[in-house]
């Protein structure tokens, strides 16, 4: 049986990712892993080649378990994330209910519903998009559900996105005989990972891409060194 685009493992993946996390999240969970599995390799390689392949083989499941690890605490903050942006959410539409004074309800939603949208909005505009805003949460049904299924599928994203990013590290290591080799070569890999998705954001921010590129790469060196410096 041939397999279609829609039925292809990797395409799959790709949409369960971008179906439960934006492409601001997406990133920032790239570069996270990038930037951990990068400080692993360089604070801890120069020490660990010196034993030769036992050091490799120490220095991978290094990386690998600490990305795993911030991989699970990751998912499990953004599923904490998620309850507390559900609880106010809740909170504002029984308040809103609550308030006898309209004015005082739309004072509520201009502070709290989207006031970066509002923004772009003449006065007008802003009044009528609140007063509609008042009359949905005036009837709505806040759902009390603390964790939802798309939740923990964020979550599960979250993590994935976090391990795989530290899998490229890996295949020098694989490729390479001498250590040391392997040890650069990933390391340049990985540099080459953090600009590509620095690019990407550039993309996403509309921004130049190469500029947003080489300062994501320079962010990042920055945060590995600062990590080195403090023991990370």
Request: proline share 3%; net charge positive.
């Amino acid at each position: 049986m041939h397999t279609t685009a829609a039925t292809h493992p990797t395409v799959t993946r790709q949409r369960f990712v971008h179906r439960y996390l934006d492409p601001a999240s997406r990133l920032g969970e790239i570069l996270f892993g990038l930037i951990m599995v990068l400080t692993i390799t360089l604070a801890a390689g120069v020490t660990l080649m010196k034993e030769g392949r036992a050091g490799v083989r120490e220095l991978l499941a290094a990386a690998i378990g600490c990305n795993i690890a911030w991989g699970i605490i990751d998912a499990v903050m953004y599923l904490m994330n998620c309850m507390t942006v559900r609880a106010g959410k809740i909170r504002l539409v029984e308040t809103v209910q609550r308030t006898p004074d309209s004015q005082a309800a739309l004072k509520l939603i201009e502070e709290e519903v989207e006031p970066e949208l509002q923004e772009f909005l003449d006065p007008q505009e802003a009044r009528a998009f609140s007063e509609s805003m008042l009359r949905h949460l005036g009837r709505a049904r806040a759902n009390k559900t603390i964790i939802t299924k798309d939740d923990v599928y964020g979550a599960v994203a979250c993590f994935w996105l976090v391990f795989v990013s530290c899998l490229p590290a890996t295949i020098p290591f694989l490729i390479f005989s001498q250590p040391v080799t392997a040890l650069r070569v990933s390391n340049l890999l990985l540099i080459c990972l953090l600009f590509l998705a620095g690019k990407k954001w550039g993309h996403y921010a509309g921004v130049n891409g190469w500029a947003a590129g080489t300062v994501m790469v320079t962010i990042g060196l920055v945060l590995v060194a600062i990590a080195i410096a403090l023991g990370g």
